[in-house]
C-alpha cells in the first residue's frame, strides 16, 4: 500500500485490459487516477471499480485538443500531474501483412499508437516540470523488437514507441527536467485485443508453446511493472525497456 501514495497519474486507454488494471493498481497503492478512453462505458466502468480516488475523461488520443484540455483540467482540478501511463492502442484489423494492409488502416495505427504517444509527452512534460517532476510510461510491445508479418503497421508503430521514449527520456534528462521517460513491453496478454490476434483453440495453442514460462500474460502482470516506472522506486530508471513476456524476447 502506498507505493505511489498521493501521486496525480494520467492512465490512457484505462476503459479495458492493461490501462484497466494499471489504473485499480495505482488507485490501490495511493494514487488519485484520472480514468481516460476513447470509450465511455468502458471508463466510466474502471472508475465505478476503483471506487474512491479516480474520475473519467472521454479521450481520444490521437487528438490534440483532447490533450489539452485534459492536460490542462488535470493542473486545475488536482494540482498536479506526476504520472502518465501512455498506454492507450489500437492492433487493428488481424491478421493484416503489409500487402493487405491499406494506407487508410496504417496511418489510423500511427496515429493512435505513435502520435497519441508523442501528444501524451509532450503535453505531459510541462505540466510534470510545473508539478516538481514526473514519470512517464509509453506502452509499446514484444512486437518493437520482433517481426510482425501478420500485424505489419502494429509492429512498425510499436517499434517508433520504443525508439521514441528514449529520446524524450534522455532530452529531459540532459535538460534537468526531473520527467523519466520508459517503456513497457507486453508479450501476449489476455485482455480483448490479445484476443483478438488468437481467433482460434489452435492458435493459441500454437502461440503458447512458444512462452517460456508455458502461458499468457494477465493484465495486472504488465500493471505491476508501470506501478514500478511511475513509483519513486524507479527514481534512478530513465530511457529503459521493460519487457514482461514470459520469456519469449529472451530465445
Ligand atoms: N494485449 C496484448 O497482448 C498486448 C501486447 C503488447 C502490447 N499491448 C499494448 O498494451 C496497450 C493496452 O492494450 P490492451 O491489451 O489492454 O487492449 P484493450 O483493447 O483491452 O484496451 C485498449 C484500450 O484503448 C482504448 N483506445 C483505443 N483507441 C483509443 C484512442 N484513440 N484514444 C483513447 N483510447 C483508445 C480502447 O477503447 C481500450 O479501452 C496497447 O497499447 C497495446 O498495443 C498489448
Given at each position: 500500500?502506498?507505493?505511489?501514495?498521493?501521486?496525480v497519474?494520467?492512465?490512457?486507454?484505462?476503459?479495458?485490459?492493461?490501462?484497466?488494471?494499471?489504473?485499480?493498481?495505482?488507485?490501490?497503492?495511493?494514487?488519485?487516477?484520472?480514468?481516460?478512453?476513447?470509450?465511455?462505458a468502458?471508463?466510466?466502468?474502471?472508475v465505478?471499480?476503483?471506487?474512491?480516488?479516480?474520475?473519467?475523461?472521454?479521450?481520444d488520443?490521437?487528438?490534440?485538443?483532447?490533450?489539452?484540455?485534459?492536460v490542462e483540467?488535470?493542473?486545475?482540478?488536482?494540482?498536479?500531474?506526476?504520472?502518465?501511463?501512455?498506454?492507450?492502442?489500437?492492433?487493428?484489423?488481424?491478421?493484416?501483412?503489409?500487402?493487405?494492409?491499406?494506407?487508410?488502416?496504417?496511418?489510423?495505427?500511427?496515429?493512435?499508437?505513435?502520435?497519441?504517444?508523442f501528444?501524451?509527452?509532450?503535453?505531459?512534460?510541462?505540466?510534470?516540470?510545473?508539478?516538481?517532476?514526473?514519470?512517464?510510461?509509453n506502452?509499446?510491445?514484444?512486437?518493437?523488437?520482433?517481426?510482425?508479418?501478420?500485424?505489419?503497421?502494429?509492429?512498425?508503430?510499436?517499434?517508433?514507441?520504443?525508439?521514441f521514449?528514449?529520446?524524450?527520456?534522455?532530452?529531459?534528462?540532459?535538460?534537468?527536467?526531473?520527467v523519466?521517460c520508459?517503456?513497457?513491453?507486453?508479450?501476449?496478454?489476455?485482455?480483448?485485443?490479445?484476443?483478438?490476434?488468437?481467433?482460434?483453440?489452435?492458435?493459441?495453442?500454437?502461440?503458447?508453446?512458444?512462452?517460456?514460462?508455458?502461458?499468457?500474460?494477465?493484465?495486472?502482470?504488465?500493471?505491476?511493472?508501470?506501478?514500478?516506472?511511475?513509483?519513486?522506486?524507479?527514481?534512478f530508471?530513465?530511457?529503459?525497456?521493460?519487457v514482461?513476456?514470459?520469456?519469449?524476447?529472451?530465445?
Amino acid at each position: 500500500m502506498g507505493r505511489v501514495a498521493d501521486k496525480v497519474v494520467l492512465v490512457t486507454g484505462a476503459g479495458s485490459g492493461i490501462g484497466r488494471a494499471t489504473a485499480k493498481l495505482l488507485a490501490a497503492e495511493g494514487a488519485i487516477v484520472i480514468v481516460s478512453d476513447i470509450n465511455a462505458a468502458g471508463g466510466q466502468e474502471t472508475v465505478q471499480q476503483i471506487g474512491g480516488k479516480a474520475r473519467f475523461e472521454e479521450h481520444d488520443t490521437s487528438h490534440e485538443d483532447d490533450w489539452k484540455r485534459i492536460v490542462e483540467g488535470i493542473l486545475e482540478r488536482e494540482g498536479k500531474l506526476n504520472g502518465l501511463a501512455n498506454n492507450a492502442g489500437i492492433s487493428g484489423p488481424y491478421p493484416a501483412t503489409f500487402e493487405t494492409e491499406t494506407l487508410e488502416q496504417w496511418r489510423r495505427m500511427l496515429s493512435v499508437n505513435v502520435e497519441g504517444v508523442f501528444l501524451g509527452c509532450k503535453h505531459a512534460v510541462p505540466a510534470m516540470r510545473q508539478s516538481g517532476g514526473g514519470s512517464i510510461v509509453n506502452t509499446s510491445s514484444l512486437a518493437a523488437f520482433l517481426a510482425t508479418p501478420d500485424l505489419s503497421a502494429y509492429g512498425a508503430s510499436k517499434g517508433a514507441v520504443r525508439q521514441f521514449t528514449k529520446t524524450v527520456a534522455i532530452d529531459c534528462a540532459r535538460k534537468g527536467y526531473k520527467v523519466r521517460c520508459n517503456s513497457v513491453h507486453p508479450g501476449v496478454i489476455m485482455t480483448p485485443m490479445g484476443e483478438s490476434v488468437l481467433p482460434s483453440d489452435k492458435a493459441r495453442d500454437r502461440m503458447k508453446k512458444r512462452i517460456p514460462i508455458g502461458d499468457f500474460g494477465q493484465p495486472e502482470d504488465i500493471a505491476y511493472g508501470i506501478l514500478y516506472l511511475i513509483s519513486d522506486e524507479s527514481r534512478f530508471v530513465t530511457g529503459t525497456e521493460l519487457v514482461i513476456d514470459g520469456g519469449m524476447n529472451a530465445i
